[in-house]
T-cell receptor
């Protein structure tokens, strides 16, 4: 039973480029959450999605960031025109139901902007 | 605004030396309080969910407890493999689902 799969594990982008982070939830899970972890900071909630719906994006920066979870395929976190401050570890978590408070995390994507 | 404060920031223990990690929280209605373990370069690994004051859960050398204002993670006779960062998080019982609010974690080192 595969866990939450994130790819790539490491991503290097130059300033101004686009970054695409992918997350495949655990089998049977239809709820996906994205978090960002900055150095020496705690995990910060970004967005919560269900299939084809954004439920809560209150933690998402208003500009340059977007997320989707299509009917088929992985969830995508997209960061346009990356800046150095976007360098962080981005984690995805999935759960079976919205009332299921046991969310399981992937191994993360470490984004470095140079 | 929901807040989670963990203490101490770092803790170094000898193997077999029991101790407790603290998580203080403020939240507008608690749906659940979570403990995760995170190893360097890895994602958080789920340990426990606590739902109401007075609840306790145990797993091997770990025991989590919950009051209305804080949670403790007790580590009994720890081993070097228990070294990790332990994260506490809360989820509010608001209408609609919300993500977790995390503390900054306690970095635990168990020396042989």
């Amino acid at each position: 039973n595969a866990g939450v799969m994130q790819n790539p594990r490491h991503l290097v982008r130059r300033r101004g480029q686009e970054a695409r982070l992918r997350c495949s939830p655990m089998k049977g899970h239809s709820h996906v959450y994205w978090y960002r972890q900055l150095p020496e900071e705690g995990l910060k909630f970004m967005v919560y999605l269900q299939k084809e719906n954004i439920i809560d994006e209150s933690g998402m920066p208003k500009e340059r960031f977007s997320a989707e979870f299509p009917k088929e395929g992985p969830s995508i976190l997209r960061i346009q025109q990356v800046v150095r401050g976007d360098s962080a570890a981005y984690f995805c978590a999935s759960s079976r139901f919205d009332s299921d408070t046991e969310a399981f995390f992937g191994q993360g994507t470490r984004l470095t902007v140079v | 605004e929901d807040q989670v404060t963990q203490s101490p920031e770092a803790l170094r223990l000898q193997e077999g030396e029991s101790s407790s990690l603290n998580c203080s929280y403020t939240v507008s209605g608690l749906r659940g309080l979570f403990w995760y373990r995170q190893d360097p370069g890895k994602g958080p690994e789920f340990l426990f969910t606590l739902y109401s004051a007075g609840e306790e859960k145990e797993k091997e050398r770990l025991k989590a407890t919950l009051t209305k204002k804080e949670s403790f993670l007790h580590i009994t006779a720890p081993k070097p493999e228990d070294s990790a960062t332990y994260l506490c998080a809360v989820q509010a019982a608001r209408g609609g689902a919300d993500g977790l609010t995390f503390g900054k974690g306690t970095h635990l080192i168990i020396q042989p």
